[in-house]
């Protein structure tokens, strides 16, 4: 009985947090289409949540980069198809590591933040001043975090692809002696612009996950300073799972199994 | 206007439309979890008075505050506003209405991310058509009128505690609202700020023939300002009129609490 019990709440809990998603994101869309958008505070979220996640974004591509290579170029040249690397390091980066790298980093980096701010202003009373003052914390802070997202995954994403080519390529250089042109001229065989625009449209949806989950887990903050430990790791642990399981559902839509 | 007894006119589900009263909290009763914090509560706000509402730490004073603008919704009864029922008032109406009705909160809660001066023009930016020269004469000069001149561009963190209050309180009046909510607006705060305080509580009551609900546990200044006093014990409203008929009651409640005495029926 008691499992039954514990089920039956879990999934009430699971559709009221659904549900409760859900309008925020209904909230927030409906302030952005009526064009209700603070820009200032925009473009100030453009540089805390994106410039500011240059430095780590590019470090983890890089090194990913240089270990997929690593382990890529000296196999390949064992089966005598080094000029095949450049591809293969391009592909995996611009399709699936580039996105899903920069989402990863982002949302532990600035998920953590959204919802440790957000969550810190709700036991501080700071939403409920902003209620009173007749501001929707949605337009007034949400928007903001959610266009800013929007905007600079996709941008992050574009420079982890070419980090990540570039450490790739330096290696299969030094490693297996694959010269930078072969390298290149594999890269641009293996993927067209397509492959690109198509990882920004996961950065996209990645980046709308970890703002609204971030706003989320902060807006519904409850019980003091712990209940802010507890929202931020939510947002970090809910966004990844989202991230990855997106991730697959949106390689199957817009690849769609293919190998092309 | 001491010969007023809304209490007992008014008749249960009437609506608020009495025209001496701006809002009615009907029969609400509200919980959090399984702790149930008012019970069939009732309070009549008379227009143009200031209400002070007393009662126990604890006792549900701020949730009753937080009932009046809609931040909170009861599990049972009504909360009648200007003659709306905002218990039934969607969110997106809500926002609106609230910008009318100013909230003084317990501990400030300024946006730590501005400045207090633009704390306090920030309802002007989003409610008013006012150019930015004249938002920031009025919010400065609002600032001026609780005693915080120079503190314009200071953020909240290098403020004391009492000028943090009076900034949420500047912010709370600066758009002239027709109620004031003021969440123990004293509290904590030495006895000239708090004598200044209470003046311009009566001030702004005076000017814009405003209404304030007051929350406070400082008798001093609840007999300076109050018309009337509402002791708030066990979920309900047990005592209400004004403040000369509280200050006299036999009510041994209200007298414990008045006198701050040990002996009585609260249990210590
Ligand atoms: N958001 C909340 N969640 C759970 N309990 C709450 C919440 N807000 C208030 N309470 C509880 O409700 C009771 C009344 O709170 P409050 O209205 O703040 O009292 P007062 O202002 O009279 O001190 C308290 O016991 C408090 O612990
Ligand atoms: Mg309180």
């Not at chain 1, 409920?128 to 800013?148: H, I, N, T, W």
């Not at chain 1, 790739?168 to 390298?183: D, K, L, N, P, V």
């Not at chain 2, 505050?65 to 003659?83: C, F």
Request: proline share 3%.
């Amino acid at each position: 009985m008691k499992l039954f019990e514990d089920f039956g709440k879990g999934t009430i809990e699971f559709f009221e947090y659904a549900g409760g998603l859900t309008e925020l994101g209904e909230e927030t869309l409906s302030f952005v289409a009526k064009l209700r958008i603070r820009l200032t505070e925009t473009v100030l979220q453009c540089y805390l949540l994106g410039v500011q996640s240059l430095v780590i974004v590019l470090l983890t591509s890089l090194f990913t980069g240089m270990v997929f290579s690593l382990e890529s170029a000296a196999q390949a040249v064992k089966y005598g198809v080094g000029t095949l690397v450049g591809g293969a390091v391009a592909y995996t980066s611009v399709r699936e590591l580039g996105p899903m790298l920069s989402a990863v980093v982002v949302a532990g980096r600035v998920g953590a933040a959204i919802a440790a701010e957000l969550g810190s202003m709700v036991i501080t009373e700071q939403i409920e001043a902003l209620q009173s003052l007749g501001l929707a914390p949605a337009r007034f802070l949400v928007v903001p975090r959610l266009l800013a997202l929007i905007i600079m995954l996709p941008l992050l994403a574009i420079f982890a692809d070419v980090v990540s080519i570039l450490g790739g390529m330096w290696i299969a250089q030094t490693y297996a002696h694959i010269s930078y042109e072969t390298f290149m001229s594999s890269v641009r065989q293996t993927i067209g612009f397509d492959d690109v625009t198509r990882g920004l449209v996961k950065s996209v949806v990645f980046g709308i996950i970890i703002a609204l989950i971030g706003s989320y887990q902060g807006l519904r903050t409850r019980g003091g300073a712990a209940g802010v430990g507890a929202a931020t790791t939510g947002a970090v642990v809910i966004s990844i799972i989202l991230i990855f399981i997106s991730n697959f559902v949106l390689s199957y839509i817009l690849y769609g199994g293919s190998t092309g | 206007m001491t010969d007023l007894r809304p209490l007992e006119d008014a008749q249960d589900g009437d609506t608020g439309q009495d025209d001496r009263l701006i809002a009615r909290v009907d029969n609400v009763t509200m919980r959090y979890g399984d702790k149930i914090v008012l019970e069939d509560c009732s309070l009549d706000v008379v227009k143009g008075a200031i209400t002070c509402v007393i009662g126990l730490s604890g006792a549900g004073k701020s949730t009753i505050l937080r009932l009046l603008n809609g931040l909170r919704r009861p599990e049972r009864g009504h909360v009648y506003v200007k003659g709306f029922d905002i218990c039934h008032m969607p969110e997106r109406e809500l926002i609106d209405f609230r910008s009318a009705i100013g909230f003084a909160f317990q501990f400030a809660a300024l946006l730590d991310s501005m400045t207090v001066g633009e704390n306090v023009a920030l309802p002007l930016h989003e409610h008013t058509r006012m150019s930015a020269e004249e938002i920031g004469e009025t919010a400065e000069a609002t600032l001026d009128s609780v005693g915080l001149e120079n503190t314009y561009n200071m953020f909240p963190s290098e403020l004391s505690g009492g000028m943090l209050k009076r900034a949420g309180f500047a912010r709370a009046v600066v758009t002239n609202p027709d109620i004031v909510l003021y969440d123990e607006p004293t509290t904590g705060l030495d006895p000239i700020i708090t004598n200044l305080l209470t003046d311009t509580i009566k001030h702004l009551r005076t000017k814009l023939n405003g209404t304030a609900v007051v929350i406070s546990h400082d008798l001093h200044s609840i007999y300076m300002m109050a018309d009337y006093i509402a002791m708030l014990y066990e979920g309900a409203i047990i005592a209400y009129g004004p403040t000369d008929e509280i200050r006299r009651s036999t009510n041994p409640i209200v007298q414990q609490f008045l006198q701050g005495s040990e002996v009585g029926p609260i249990p210590v």
